[in-house]
């Protein structure tokens, strides 16, 4: 089955830097890719998702890139805020019938 | 907007238990999942299904079974509740009709066995 990597596991970054997020999957077959962020106390929340035709998406401050070769996809988040602050999970799905998740990263903004 | 709800949000059982967690989607949603959380394990695939009366075994289904009888509602049922199935439980679902795949969760339920 499908191995899910995801490093690293916390990451603290001053208000304003850069924060990235990197996850290796070992199902070629694999063909979504779905980040969510999960805030103290509720639910995992879909923040951004790409699909294995696309290399690169973007949402305001938020980007995913894959690299269908290498078997890696990674979350970049830029001029990063307090809110910001959460867990954030990778995960790899073949068709939706099957998710596979990383082990999640704690990431700290520090104002 | 979808919505997923879970029956109890914090629950105290004793070993030996048998204990029902409900999960209950209004999106018309054929795939739903059951979930675990754990520090450092992140998140755990128990069962999930993918049709009314179907379920398929996920990454840890021991002890554990579910039920599915109506589209809209997945049971996760500890037939005897033991102290290594305290957890955080979290259940999703998603539509395999649509070309988005996006799993939706439920609040979660946070499940302590003494």
């Known amino acids: 089955g499908e191995n899910v990597e995801q490093h690293p596991s916390t990451l603290s970054v001053q208000e304003g830097d850069s924060a990235v997020i990197k996850c290796t999957y070992s199902d070629s077959a694999s063909n979504y890719f779905p980040w969510y962020k999960q805030e103290l106390g509720k639910r995992p929340q879909l923040i951004i998702d790409i699909r294995s035709n696309v290399g690169e998406k973007k949402d305001q401050r938020i980007a995913v890139t894959l690299n269908k070769t290498a078997k890696h996809f990674s979350l970049h988040i830029t001029e990063t805020q307090p809110e910001d602050s959460a867990v954030y999970f990778c995960?790899?799905?073949?068709?939706?019938?099957?998710?596979?998740f990383g082990t999640g990263t704690s990431l700290t903004v520090i104002p | 907007d979808v919505k997923v709800t879970q029956s109890s949000r914090y629950l105290v059982k004793r070993t030996g238990e048998k204990v029902f967690l409900e999960c209950v989607q209004d999106?018309?949603?054929?795939?739903m999942f059951w979930y675990r959380q754990d520090p450092g394990l992140g998140l755990r695939l128990i069962y999930f299904?993918?049709?009314?009366?179907?379920?398929e075994k996920g990454d840890i289904p021991e002890g554990y079974s579910v039920s599915r009888e109506k589209k809209e509602r997945f049971s996760l049922i500890l037939e005897s509740a033991s102290t290594n199935q305290t957890s955080m439980y979290l259940c999703?679902?998603?539509?395999?009709?649509?070309?988005?795949?996006?799993?939706?969760f439920g609040p979660g339920t946070r499940l302590t066995v003494l």
């Open positions: 995960a790899a799905s073949y068709s939706g019938n099957q998710f596979y």
């Open positions: 999106m018309d949603h054929e795939n």
């Open positions: 999703a679902s998603s539509s395999s009709r649509l070309y988005t795949d996006t799993q939706y």
């Open positions: 299904s993918y049709d009314v009366k179907m379920k």
